[in-house]
């Protein structure tokens, strides 16, 4: 089992940013990819970001590309998402996932969910 604590969220001006981190203490932290996903009130969640195990390769849905930035410290065990030029689209909650194995973009691959943190962008 592994447990992810989420924190960083908040309300930001638009054009603001912000940094996420997850938290997902144990030794096994770097056998896990590790994923961003986010849900707007009345949307499905979403793909947002991921990092692979050793953290070489990153993905990024569109709406990221060129604003967010996906890290990792495997010694820290730790996952960051760094969010600058934030819209008021990018309001949602945002979720920090783990999965044993290859860097994916589908949630439905993930196995471990943070409970999220809150991401508000006034305009």
């Known amino acids: 089992q592994v447990q992810l604590v989420e924190s960083g969220g908040g309300l930001v001006q638009a054009g603001g940013s912000l940094r996420l981190s997850c938290l997902a203490p144990g030794r096994t932290f770097s056998t896990y990819a590790m994923g961003w996903f986010r849900q707007a009130p009345g949307k499905e969640r979403e793909f947002v970001a991921a990092?692979?195990?050793?953290?070489?390769?990153?993905r990024y849905a569109d709406a990221a590309k060129g604003r967010f930035t996906i890290s990792r410290d495997n010694a820290k065990s730790t996952v960051s998402l760094q969010m600058n030029s934030l819209k008021p689209e990018d309001t949602a909650a945002y979720y920090c996932?783990?999965?044993?194995?290859?860097?994916?973009?589908?949630?439905?691959?993930?196995?471990?969910w943070g409970q999220g943190t809150q991401v508000t962008v006034s305009s």
């Open positions: 990092i692979s195990r050793s953290g070489v390769a990153t």
């Open positions: 996932a783990a999965r044993a194995g290859v860097v994916v973009t589908s949630l439905n691959e993930y196995d471990y």
